[in-house]
């Protein structure tokens, strides 16, 4: 089984600006969960969907969003973008979420100028 | 509130034991993962305990829990330097919903011959 794949791999932008994030999760995961690694903070918890819709929330502002579609497939978008946004996205995809274990992808590297 | 913390750097000799450790602070924490992170990778998922074990062994690694102190660590026997990367101890359980993982800081392993 293919594992879970995010894109890009990398990404530049700069403050101010947009990005959406995607990530496709391992066939017949249904729950795609999405954290923020920084070296100030390390890994955070940013969201989890199941089914389309968003099941839990860590502490971040309203500018990071995100959504699920119905083949699972999942994208997190961040608005207005702050230096402090520079960081590694990881996603991970479990069957059901819940008790069940996530799996990571490679993440997505965003740097903001 | 959750807490995970964790020593932050270990330097062992190729083919001695490593012993990482970590302390969490939600009583309630039903899993205790260990992931491994090589640079530039996402998260890789070495062993998961449930709250009701003790000891859980596969292969070179060695999980061991204390739930009365909140204990938790990771043993790996003859250490290679393929071991060489940061290790990730997380929990999760009800408090904060079972597919949010908490993570502590990361232990970095260096293994030298």
């Known amino acids: 089984k293919a594992g879970v794949t995010q894109t890009p791999r990398y990404l530049i932008k700069t403050r101010g600006q947009q990005v959406t994030l995607s990530c496709s999760p391992i066939s017949g995961h249904r729950s795609v969960s999405w954290y923020q690694q920084t070296p100030g903070q390390g890994l955070q918890f940013l969201f989890e969907y199941f089914s389309e819709t968003q099941r839990n929330k860590g502490n971040f502002p309203g500018r990071f969003s995100g959504r699920q579609f119905s083949n699972s497939r999942s994208e997190m978008n961040v608005s207005t973008l702050e230096l402090g946004d520079s960081a590694l996205y990881l996603c991970a995809s479990s069957l059901e979420g819940g008790l069940d274990t996530q799996y990571f992808g490679p993440g997505t590297r965003l740097t903001v100028l | ?113």
């Open chain 2, 1 to 113: 509130g959750e807490d995970v913390e964790q020593s932050l750097f270990l330097s062992v000799r190729e083919g001695d034991s490593s012993v990482i450790n970590c302390t969490y602070t939600d009583s309630s924490s039903t899993y205790l993962y260990w992931y491994k992170q090589e640079p530039g990778a996402g998260l890789q998922l070495l062993t998961y305990i449930f709250s009701n074990m003790d000891m859980k062994q596969d292969q070179r690694l060695t999980v061991l829990l204390n739930k009365k102190d909140k204990h938790l660590s990771l043993r790996i026997a003859d250490t290679q330097t393929g071991d060489s990367a940061i290790y990730f101890c997380a929990e999760s359980g009800p408090a904060g919903g079972y597919n949010k993982l908490i993570f502590g800081a990361g232990t970095r392993l260096a293994v030298h011959p």
